[in-house]
């Protein structure tokens, strides 16, 4: 079940806002609404691995890009900001400005 939060104050969270809680929840903010989901059922991670380890082949074998299959923010506004299952990062200064977000994000907490 996914429960939404909805910043009375403001009536929008900002990627600011969401990037300061610190409450260990898997969050994901849709045009300002906080959207927590549960964790992915086994079923869920088994295809979503099968997945990840299909695209990852065929995008090493090409020299594509990068594949990631973990929980990153994917910041597209500032109110806006997702992650998803499996991330397909295609040029080398996107893939070190996401992995520069996540680090800075792992060091704080």
Known sequence: MFETY????QNRFTYSEYAAMDD????ELINGEL???PAPSSSHQGSQ??????IDNYVRKNKLGRVFVTAMDVILDKH????????????KK???HIISQYLAKKSMG
């Open 6 to 9: 909805v910043n009375t104050e």
């Open 24 to 27: 260990d929840k898997r969050y």
């Open 35 to 37: 959207i927590m989901s």
């Open 49 to 54: 691995f099968d997945l990840a380890v299909l």
């Open 80 to 91: 806006n900001t997702l992650q998803p299952d499996v991330l397909f990062s295609v040029c």
């Open 94 to 96: 996107s893939q070190k």
